[in-house]
DNA sequence: CATGAATGAGTCTTCATTCAT
DNA sequence: GATGAATGAAGACTCATTCAT
């Protein structure tokens, strides 16, 4: 564990069912922070007072902002990631246009179940801070992905890690514009069928 | 043009050599600051400074901080929306292949032109005030891509705009994680073509 | 309560006695700043500093400077008011020099009692949002005087509030000379004397 | 002419037309400016502006902020110090009640002859520069005023002095009050009326 | 442990004044 | 002389963080 990743961590492990609590209230409390103020306004202070808090408590759980932010924002890339690998595991050896559908699904379940949340952590994965993370979460399920196009009977890939990295991306692309409101009138009802297309037709196309 | 428009309106119209001048030079160093700093600590004081002037200069050619991000951010939009226009508009009525190609080779020599100052502009892009530039240039530049696509003699688009979102889309994605160093080793050299591939295959895909 | 008010009023009420102390202290500090160097150079960070505090403190109290400044001459305002409001309840039904009396002496001893205090308020009346606070406070006592006024025995008066806030603003007149101290040396010991003989005279006269 | 007073005066004499315009036009400014912005806002960039030219011109005929707001307050302060004392050379000689009709007219034609202006100079008065201005002016008023009281054929004076800083406050007050709206409404037109019934009354009672 | 007042460095922004053109 | 861009000190205000209670 690095030096700048350990100032990042929480102050202590959340044991007790109480912490988690705390944990949860102050995770929610940023996200509606964020969400209401923006990300330079989200201060612990505020924070605090919307999870019913004092700042004091706050610093019991996280030792400055940005590791209360990385926690948040961790917290979310990991729900996403466990999603997207299990659905990569789960579709292992299958054919190709199953492991879109799949990946599409577990993909847009994750990030759309709490659109709010995925919505106003975009500024703090922008951020110094988030970087980081967002890269190691995209390694992680790039190789996850790969190995799972490996594994295709009907699909042979040149570059799998390529491959999976276009292949991650050119869902969180639309998926961004989606929850950042870019996309016209009625989309959202589409995206999951337009993902599919595009997915499958890249996958059966990268050969 | 709305109130918050205005307010992020450059304070004076560079009329001199002398002007235009200082406006680059602020362009340039709030690329810097921004690259070397992250936007939280990108001050109007550090551009300033960066930029060989006081921040009284500063403020003789923005009105604020927000502006002076704002003009610059919108600039990098500008550039990257014209290039997208010429490319769709010089596609018309080409087959859906050549659309893709014309498409990525666009988007990917504006967006990697000045990868610094792409890789900048995410985060102000992901603050209040980039959020509204960002969704107009994504609206019209949707608005293009859909006029080209109904033009293609090889293609029938049941919602043109739906497609133009996802096209626009699942390029920004992977380039988006290229800038941002998210992509595996030697993925760059491999962007053009497989984003050729995968926008080539959805097009060709999206009935 | 108009929103204009909204924003002077204080940030917090003072439950505790350290609070209660702060408050004092800000209050005292703002006027010794005010009378050492005048309303433009009162600045926050001199007043926390004279006040033996940062300047984070004093906006614990007060949510903007414009709100300190309100805070202490509305104290100062509702020191006289109270004052003459109670001179002109027990002056009611008493002949009109009795009145004069009493309005004249209440007034004083509210206005001269802290002389330093009353003159370093001026220049924070003659600002914008002084401006307000002293209209109230006149149209408030104008009110109470004109009603004692109606009560006396030995006058009528066709426009009472027209009588009332002549009354008023001719003590106020002197009283502000003597404060500046544009009046001759030893006016002051004459004051009160002469602000009876004034009154007395008007009252009598005003039919 | 001691060192303090020095600074204050205009850098040059406007001896030319064009300096006298230029000068008259950028009190005039002033007044525009004081009015709609208030004294802080009150910049020598926003008073030049206003007055059609460049902030180094008005640099040409004031040689810092402070002089330019003295100058326009001496001149106000000017014209009514003239007109009083017009009017109590006038008056000499005349019975009481006459002085009275005299010095009330002479003041209120000065005072209201520009409400704007009269008001607007308040806030430059209450300040550390506009105190010791509006001080001379009293003093010499009060001399004048002395004076001519102690001409009337009718009136015996204990002290000139003194009772000319009340005769002269006793309107100041009133006429302050006016100019900043904290008068009853139709107030105005009454006041010239009230203020000779005052100050007959107590020139009549102040023997 | 919780609290929340205190701290003061750090931001944005303004403005009097200067001086090169 | 006129201009107005440049300067940078100074002011209002915020907020992460600490620590006495």
Redesign the interface.
């Known amino acids: 564990m690095s030096t700048a990743t350990v100032a990042l961590q929480p102050r202590k492990t959340p044991i007790q069912a109480r912490s988690a609590a705390t944990v949860v209230a102050l995770h929610a409390a940023t996200i509606q922070v964020l969400t209401q103020e923006?990300?330079?306004r989200c201060t612990t202070t505020r924070v605090a007072e919307r999870a019913g808090m004092s700042v004091g408590s706050l610093y019991q759980y996280y030792p400055n902002r940005d590791a209360l932010l990385a926690a948040v924002l961790q917290e979310h890339l990991g729900d996403v990631g466990t999603a997207v690998e299990q659905a990569c595991h789960a579709a292992r050896g299958r054919p190709v246009a199953e492991m879109a559908v799949s990946l599409v699904r577990a993909f847009l379940r994750a990030k759309l179940r709490e659109p709010a949340e995925s919505k106003a952590l975009?500024?703090v994965?922008?951020?110094?801070g988030g970087?980081e993370l967002?890269?190691q979460m995209?390694?992680r399920l790039?190789v996850v992905i790969a190995e799972m196009l490996e594994s295709a009977p009907d699909g042979r890939f040149d570059?799998p890690?390529?491959?999976a990295?276009?292949a991650?991306?050119?869902?969180?692309?639309?998926v961004?514009?989606v929850l950042?409101?870019?996309?016209?009138p009625?989309?959202e009802a589409?995206l999951e069928q337009?993902?599919v297309?595009?997915l499958?037709?890249?996958l059966?196309?990268?050969n």
């Not at 994965?125 to 110094?128: C, M, S, T, V």
Request: net charge positive; proline share 4%; aromatic share 10%.
């Open positions: 923006g990300l330079s975009y500024a994965a922008a951020e110094r970087h967002v890269r995209q390694v790039t570059d890690m390529a491959t990295a276009v991650f991306n050119c869902l969180a692309g639309p961004t514009a950042k409101g870019f996309t016209p009625g989309f589409r337009e993902l297309r595009l499958t037709a890249y059966s196309a990268a």
